[in-house]
Protein backbone atom coordinates (compact mmCIF):
# COMPACT_ATOMS: atom_id res chain seq x y z
CA UNK A 1 0.00 0.00 0.00
CA UNK A 2 3.22 2.19 0.45
CA UNK A 3 4.30 3.40 -2.94
CA UNK A 4 6.83 5.54 -3.56
CA UNK A 5 8.02 8.13 -1.28
CA UNK A 6 4.43 8.38 0.35
CA UNK A 7 3.26 6.20 3.48
CA UNK A 8 -0.68 5.46 2.85
CA UNK A 9 -1.31 3.95 6.57
CA UNK A 10 -5.16 4.42 6.45
CA UNK A 11 -5.92 2.95 3.46
CA UNK A 12 -6.02 -0.57 5.10
CA UNK A 13 -8.93 0.39 6.59
CA UNK A 14 -11.14 1.36 3.58
CA UNK A 15 -14.30 -1.09 2.73
CA UNK A 16 -14.18 -2.47 -0.85
CA UNK A 17 -17.01 -5.18 -2.35
CA UNK A 18 -15.53 -8.53 -1.55
CA UNK A 19 -16.79 -12.01 -3.26
CA UNK A 20 -17.00 -10.47 -6.83
CA UNK A 21 -20.53 -9.45 -8.64
CA UNK A 22 -22.70 -11.05 -5.67
CA UNK A 23 -20.94 -8.80 -2.83
CA UNK A 24 -20.95 -6.01 -5.34
CA UNK A 25 -24.78 -6.37 -5.37
CA UNK A 26 -25.22 -6.81 -1.66
CA UNK A 27 -22.53 -4.05 -0.81
CA UNK A 28 -20.81 -6.61 1.07
CA UNK A 29 -17.35 -5.55 2.46
CA UNK A 30 -14.36 -6.87 4.55
CA UNK A 31 -15.99 -5.81 7.59
CA UNK A 32 -18.93 -8.34 7.84
CA UNK A 33 -16.96 -10.83 5.95
CA UNK A 34 -14.33 -11.04 8.26
CA UNK A 35 -16.99 -10.87 11.34
CA UNK A 36 -18.40 -14.33 9.71
CA UNK A 37 -15.06 -15.85 9.14
CA UNK A 38 -14.75 -14.48 13.10
CA UNK A 39 -18.12 -16.43 14.30
CA UNK A 40 -16.99 -19.62 12.03
CA UNK A 41 -13.94 -19.80 14.18
CA UNK A 42 -15.33 -19.57 17.43
CA UNK A 43 -17.54 -21.89 16.54
CA UNK A 44 -15.69 -24.01 14.94
CA UNK A 45 -13.09 -23.83 17.69
CA UNK A 46 -15.30 -24.76 20.66
CA UNK A 47 -17.12 -27.64 18.28
CA UNK A 48 -13.69 -29.66 17.50
CA UNK A 49 -12.15 -28.97 21.04
CA UNK A 50 -15.28 -30.31 22.84
CA UNK A 51 -15.83 -33.08 19.79
CA UNK A 52 -13.88 -35.47 21.41
CA UNK A 53 -15.33 -35.10 25.02
CA UNK A 54 -12.44 -37.37 26.52
CA UNK A 55 -11.78 -37.37 30.15
CA UNK A 56 -8.43 -36.57 29.54
CA UNK A 57 -8.47 -33.76 27.89
CA UNK A 58 -6.35 -33.09 23.99
CA UNK A 59 -4.84 -29.54 23.46
CA UNK A 60 -7.16 -27.91 21.31
CA UNK A 61 -10.08 -29.70 23.81
CA UNK A 62 -7.94 -28.44 27.03
CA UNK A 63 -7.92 -24.81 25.31
CA UNK A 64 -11.50 -24.70 24.66
CA UNK A 65 -11.89 -25.52 28.41
CA UNK A 66 -9.35 -23.07 29.65
CA UNK A 67 -11.70 -20.25 27.50
CA UNK A 68 -14.59 -21.54 28.64
CA UNK A 69 -13.32 -21.33 32.54
CA UNK A 70 -11.20 -18.66 32.27
CA UNK A 71 -15.20 -16.48 31.15
CA UNK A 72 -17.03 -18.28 33.48
CA UNK A 73 -15.07 -17.33 36.30
CA UNK A 74 -14.69 -14.15 35.10
CA UNK A 75 -19.17 -13.72 34.79
CA UNK A 76 -19.72 -15.31 38.24
CA UNK A 77 -16.50 -13.87 40.05
CA UNK A 78 -17.21 -10.11 39.07
CA UNK A 79 -21.29 -10.36 38.63
CA UNK A 80 -22.10 -12.64 41.33
CA UNK A 81 -24.42 -15.28 41.50
CA UNK A 82 -26.55 -13.78 38.52
CA UNK A 83 -23.27 -14.23 36.59
CA UNK A 84 -24.15 -17.26 35.12
CA UNK A 85 -27.18 -15.86 33.70
CA UNK A 86 -24.91 -13.18 31.24
CA UNK A 87 -21.95 -15.97 30.98
CA UNK A 88 -22.93 -16.75 27.59
CA UNK A 89 -23.18 -12.93 26.97
CA UNK A 90 -19.79 -12.23 28.00
CA UNK A 91 -18.06 -15.67 26.67
CA UNK A 92 -19.91 -14.35 23.10
CA UNK A 93 -18.53 -10.72 22.98
CA UNK A 94 -15.15 -11.88 24.47
CA UNK A 95 -14.39 -14.21 21.64
CA UNK A 96 -15.77 -12.82 19.27
CA UNK A 97 -13.79 -9.54 19.25
CA UNK A 98 -10.73 -11.84 20.51
CA UNK A 99 -11.53 -13.74 17.13
CA UNK A 100 -11.45 -9.94 15.18
CA UNK A 101 -8.48 -8.70 16.76
CA UNK A 102 -6.01 -11.94 15.85
CA UNK A 103 -7.74 -12.33 12.53
CA UNK A 104 -6.70 -8.47 11.82
CA UNK A 105 -3.14 -9.59 12.66
CA UNK A 106 -3.39 -12.09 9.67
CA UNK A 107 -1.54 -10.38 6.45
CA UNK A 108 -3.96 -9.52 3.93
CA UNK A 109 -6.76 -9.42 6.15
CA UNK A 110 -9.16 -7.02 7.85
CA UNK A 111 -9.42 -5.90 11.55
CA UNK A 112 -13.14 -5.18 11.48
CA UNK A 113 -12.78 -4.00 15.12
CA UNK A 114 -10.65 -0.75 14.05
CA UNK A 115 -13.60 0.78 12.79
CA UNK A 116 -15.69 2.75 15.15
CA UNK A 117 -18.87 1.81 13.42
CA UNK A 118 -18.31 -1.92 15.14
CA UNK A 119 -17.32 -1.18 18.26
CA UNK A 120 -19.39 1.57 19.06
CA UNK A 121 -22.41 -1.39 17.70
CA UNK A 122 -20.79 -3.60 20.50
CA UNK A 123 -20.47 -0.84 23.28
CA UNK A 124 -23.88 0.02 23.41
CA UNK A 125 -25.20 -3.61 22.86
CA UNK A 126 -23.58 -4.06 26.21
CA UNK A 127 -24.46 -0.24 27.71
CA UNK A 128 -28.55 -1.25 27.10
CA UNK A 129 -27.73 -5.17 28.28
CA UNK A 130 -26.64 -3.57 31.26
CA UNK A 131 -29.74 -1.06 31.34
CA UNK A 132 -32.80 -3.11 31.02
CA UNK A 133 -30.50 -5.36 33.34
CA UNK A 134 -30.94 -2.88 35.92
CA UNK A 135 -34.82 -2.20 35.07
CA UNK A 136 -35.28 -6.04 35.89
CA UNK A 137 -33.17 -5.92 39.05
CA UNK A 138 -33.67 -2.78 40.37
CA UNK A 139 -37.02 -1.66 38.71
CA UNK A 140 -37.16 2.28 39.37
CA UNK A 141 -34.83 2.45 42.22
CA UNK A 142 -32.09 2.00 39.34
CA UNK A 143 -32.34 5.89 38.90
CA UNK A 144 -31.31 6.16 43.13
CA UNK A 145 -27.71 5.59 42.06
CA UNK A 146 -27.72 9.04 40.11
CA UNK A 147 -27.42 10.54 43.90
CA UNK A 148 -24.77 9.25 45.76
CA UNK A 149 -26.10 7.97 49.08
CA UNK A 150 -25.20 10.44 52.17
CA UNK A 151 -24.50 13.15 49.96
CA UNK A 152 -25.60 16.89 51.17
CA UNK A 153 -29.12 17.15 49.29
CA UNK A 154 -28.04 20.63 48.27
CA UNK A 155 -25.13 19.39 46.01
CA UNK A 156 -27.95 17.00 44.39
CA UNK A 157 -27.55 19.66 41.57
CA UNK A 158 -23.91 19.39 41.21
CA UNK A 159 -23.62 15.62 41.39
CA UNK A 160 -26.44 14.48 39.51
CA UNK A 161 -25.01 15.68 36.38
CA UNK A 162 -22.08 14.04 37.14
CA UNK A 163 -23.11 11.00 37.89
CA UNK A 164 -25.41 10.78 35.17
CA UNK A 165 -22.45 12.06 33.02
CA UNK A 166 -20.63 9.17 34.26
CA UNK A 167 -23.02 6.77 33.39
CA UNK A 168 -23.54 8.39 29.68
CA UNK A 169 -19.51 8.19 29.19
CA UNK A 170 -19.00 4.00 29.40
CA UNK A 171 -20.41 3.06 25.75
CA UNK A 172 -17.89 5.98 24.78
CA UNK A 173 -14.82 4.85 26.56
CA UNK A 174 -15.54 1.56 25.91
CA UNK A 175 -15.83 1.89 21.90
CA UNK A 176 -13.56 4.39 21.68
CA UNK A 177 -10.68 2.47 23.49
CA UNK A 178 -11.05 -0.40 21.57
CA UNK A 179 -11.07 1.26 18.23
CA UNK A 180 -8.28 3.43 19.32
CA UNK A 181 -6.19 0.59 20.37
CA UNK A 182 -6.64 -1.71 17.14
CA UNK A 183 -6.72 1.23 15.06
CA UNK A 184 -3.06 3.04 16.08
CA UNK A 185 -1.47 -0.71 15.93
CA UNK A 186 -2.47 -1.47 12.48
CA UNK A 187 -1.52 1.85 11.65
CA UNK A 188 1.96 1.81 13.31
CA UNK A 189 2.46 -2.14 11.40
CA UNK A 190 1.86 0.11 8.08
CA UNK A 191 3.97 2.99 9.17
CA UNK A 192 7.18 0.67 9.93
CA UNK A 193 6.34 -1.65 7.23
CA UNK A 194 6.52 1.53 4.74
CA UNK A 195 9.49 2.70 6.18
CA UNK A 196 10.88 -0.84 4.50
CA UNK A 197 9.93 0.00 1.34
CA UNK A 198 11.20 3.64 1.22
CA UNK A 199 14.48 2.46 2.75
CA UNK A 200 14.88 -0.60 0.19
CA UNK A 201 14.41 2.17 -2.75
CA UNK A 202 17.38 4.00 -1.81
CA UNK A 203 19.99 1.25 -3.16
CA UNK A 204 21.99 -1.17 -1.37
CA UNK A 205 23.11 0.74 1.88
CA UNK A 206 19.24 1.56 1.99
CA UNK A 207 18.79 -1.79 2.27
CA UNK A 208 21.18 -2.74 5.02
CA UNK A 209 19.10 0.07 6.92
CA UNK A 210 15.71 -1.20 6.14
CA UNK A 211 16.26 -4.54 8.46
CA UNK A 212 15.68 -2.14 11.32
CA UNK A 213 11.82 -1.29 10.68
CA UNK A 214 11.55 -4.92 10.20
CA UNK A 215 12.79 -5.94 13.17
CA UNK A 216 10.34 -3.14 15.15
CA UNK A 217 7.78 -4.60 13.03
CA UNK A 218 8.20 -8.12 14.60
CA UNK A 219 8.41 -6.59 18.33
CA UNK A 220 5.19 -4.31 17.55
CA UNK A 221 3.58 -7.92 15.90
CA UNK A 222 4.08 -9.76 19.40
CA UNK A 223 3.03 -6.25 21.18
CA UNK A 224 -0.13 -6.20 18.92
CA UNK A 225 -0.92 -10.32 20.05
CA UNK A 226 -0.94 -8.69 23.40
CA UNK A 227 -3.35 -5.75 22.81
CA UNK A 228 -5.52 -8.26 21.41
CA UNK A 229 -6.20 -10.31 23.86
CA UNK A 230 -6.42 -7.41 26.51
CA UNK A 231 -8.54 -5.60 25.11
CA UNK A 232 -10.96 -8.09 24.45
CA UNK A 233 -10.45 -9.24 28.47
CA UNK A 234 -11.00 -5.03 29.45
CA UNK A 235 -14.00 -5.09 27.08
CA UNK A 236 -15.38 -8.22 28.76
CA UNK A 237 -14.29 -7.43 32.44
CA UNK A 238 -16.20 -3.69 32.10
CA UNK A 239 -19.08 -5.56 30.66
CA UNK A 240 -19.26 -7.76 33.57
CA UNK A 241 -18.72 -4.96 36.03
CA UNK A 242 -21.45 -2.72 34.00
CA UNK A 243 -23.52 -5.83 34.86
CA UNK A 244 -22.61 -6.06 38.82
CA UNK A 245 -23.49 -2.82 39.21
CA UNK A 246 -27.26 -3.85 37.48
CA UNK A 247 -27.78 -6.76 39.75
CA UNK A 248 -26.35 -5.43 42.50
CA UNK A 249 -28.88 -4.50 45.22
CA UNK B 1 -31.76 -42.71 42.52
CA UNK B 2 -29.92 -39.31 42.35
CA UNK B 3 -31.05 -38.36 38.56
CA UNK B 4 -34.51 -39.67 39.68
CA UNK B 5 -34.97 -37.30 42.08
CA UNK B 6 -33.44 -34.18 40.20
CA UNK B 7 -35.73 -35.28 37.02
CA UNK B 8 -39.21 -35.05 39.87
CA UNK B 9 -37.42 -31.22 41.36
CA UNK B 10 -37.68 -29.95 38.48
CA UNK B 11 -40.84 -31.29 36.70
CA UNK B 12 -42.53 -29.01 39.90
CA UNK B 13 -42.67 -26.16 37.36
CA UNK B 14 -44.30 -24.22 40.44
CA UNK B 15 -41.57 -23.95 42.89
CA UNK B 16 -39.02 -25.31 40.07
CA UNK B 17 -36.60 -22.14 40.56
CA UNK B 18 -37.25 -21.56 44.38
CA UNK B 19 -36.23 -25.07 44.81
CA UNK B 20 -32.81 -24.87 42.92
CA UNK B 21 -31.84 -21.70 44.52
CA UNK B 22 -32.25 -23.76 47.81
CA UNK B 23 -30.42 -26.80 46.48
CA UNK B 24 -27.45 -24.48 45.31
CA UNK B 25 -27.48 -22.65 48.96
CA UNK B 26 -27.34 -25.73 50.50
CA UNK B 27 -24.53 -27.32 48.19
CA UNK B 28 -22.14 -24.07 48.27
CA UNK B 29 -22.87 -23.94 52.44
CA UNK B 30 -21.60 -27.93 52.25
CA UNK B 31 -18.66 -26.86 49.81
CA UNK B 32 -17.44 -24.00 52.03
CA UNK B 33 -17.56 -26.42 55.24
CA UNK B 34 -15.45 -29.29 52.99
CA UNK B 35 -13.28 -26.32 52.20
CA UNK B 36 -13.16 -24.32 55.21
CA UNK B 37 -13.56 -20.88 53.15
CA UNK B 38 -15.94 -18.27 53.61
CA UNK B 39 -18.08 -17.67 49.93
CA UNK B 40 -17.59 -14.15 51.12
CA UNK B 41 -13.57 -13.93 51.13
CA UNK B 42 -13.84 -15.73 47.54
CA UNK B 43 -15.99 -12.65 46.11
CA UNK B 44 -13.98 -10.06 47.83
CA UNK B 45 -10.64 -11.25 46.20
CA UNK B 46 -11.96 -11.60 43.11
CA UNK B 47 -12.89 -8.05 43.20
CA UNK B 48 -9.26 -6.72 44.33
CA UNK B 49 -7.88 -9.25 41.29
CA UNK B 50 -10.11 -9.04 38.52
CA UNK B 51 -7.50 -6.58 36.74
CA UNK B 52 -4.55 -7.04 35.86
CA UNK B 53 -2.55 -3.65 35.86
CA UNK B 54 -1.69 -3.05 32.26
CA UNK B 55 -5.35 -3.65 31.94
CA UNK B 56 -6.40 -1.04 33.79
CA UNK B 57 -3.87 1.33 32.56
CA UNK B 58 -5.27 0.67 29.09
CA UNK B 59 -8.26 1.75 31.28
CA UNK B 60 -7.57 5.09 32.60
CA UNK B 61 -6.68 7.53 30.05
CA UNK B 62 -9.66 6.67 27.45
CA UNK B 63 -12.07 6.43 30.78
CA UNK B 64 -11.32 10.50 31.58
CA UNK B 65 -11.54 11.60 28.16
CA UNK B 66 -15.03 9.78 27.22
CA UNK B 67 -16.64 11.88 29.66
CA UNK B 68 -15.11 14.78 28.89
CA UNK B 69 -16.42 13.89 25.33
CA UNK B 70 -19.62 13.13 26.51
CA UNK B 71 -20.16 16.58 28.19
CA UNK B 72 -18.75 18.94 25.07
CA UNK B 73 -21.03 16.63 22.86
CA UNK B 74 -24.21 17.26 25.32
CA UNK B 75 -23.27 20.84 25.29
CA UNK B 76 -22.92 21.61 22.27
CA UNK B 77 -26.41 20.01 21.12
CA UNK B 78 -28.18 22.09 23.81
CA UNK B 79 -26.58 25.46 22.92
CA UNK B 80 -27.59 24.43 19.52
CA UNK B 81 -31.51 23.50 20.51
CA UNK B 82 -31.74 26.24 22.98
CA UNK B 83 -29.56 28.95 20.92
CA UNK B 84 -27.94 29.88 23.93
CA UNK B 85 -24.25 29.69 22.28
CA UNK B 86 -21.82 29.48 24.99
CA UNK B 87 -23.92 29.09 27.98
CA UNK B 88 -23.95 24.84 28.35
CA UNK B 89 -21.37 23.93 26.60
CA UNK B 90 -18.74 25.81 29.10
CA UNK B 91 -21.04 24.16 31.99
CA UNK B 92 -21.42 21.13 30.30
CA UNK B 93 -17.25 20.50 29.56
CA UNK B 94 -16.74 21.54 33.28
CA UNK B 95 -19.46 18.96 34.63
CA UNK B 96 -17.52 16.19 31.82
CA UNK B 97 -14.12 16.57 33.45
CA UNK B 98 -15.28 16.41 36.82
CA UNK B 99 -17.45 12.86 35.52
CA UNK B 100 -13.93 11.99 34.05
CA UNK B 101 -12.52 12.12 37.12
CA UNK B 102 -15.05 10.18 39.45
CA UNK B 103 -14.71 7.52 36.50
CA UNK B 104 -10.77 7.14 36.94
CA UNK B 105 -11.05 7.49 40.95
CA UNK B 106 -13.83 4.27 40.48
CA UNK B 107 -11.87 2.69 37.83
CA UNK B 108 -8.80 3.05 40.79
CA UNK B 109 -10.04 2.57 43.69
CA UNK B 110 -11.06 -1.20 43.86
CA UNK B 111 -7.34 -1.87 42.51
CA UNK B 112 -5.09 -4.02 44.19
CA UNK B 113 -2.24 -2.27 42.73
Known amino acids: MAAGSTIDALGQFELHPVLGQIGEALRFSQSPLFMLIAVVVVLAF ?3 GMRPAAVVPGRLQ ?5 GYDFIHNMATETIGKEGTAFFPFVFAIFFFILAGNYLGLIPYSFTFTSHIVVTVSLAL ?3 LVSILASFRYQGFKFFTHFMPEGAPVFLAPLLIPIEILSFLSRPVSLSIRLFANMMAGHVLLEVFAGFTLMLAGL ?7 AVAPVVINVAL ?6 V ?9 ILTCIYLREAVAH | MGAQDDLNVSSQAGKGADSFEKRLADAEARMRGKNGKSEMSTTEQGDKADYSAFGLAMRIG ?3 VAALVVGVVLGYGLDRLCGTKPLFIILFSLIGGAAGMLNVWRAVKNANV
Do not use: D, P
Not at chain 1, 203 to 209: I, N, R
Not at chain 1, 228 to 236: C, D, E, M, N, P
Open chain 1, 125 to 127: LVF
Open chain 1, 228 to 236: GVLQAYVFA
Open chain 1, 62 to 66: AAAEL
Open chain 2, 62 to 64: TEM
Open chain 1, 221 to 226: TALELL
Open chain 1, 46 to 48: LYL
Open chain 1, 203 to 209: GAFGSVL
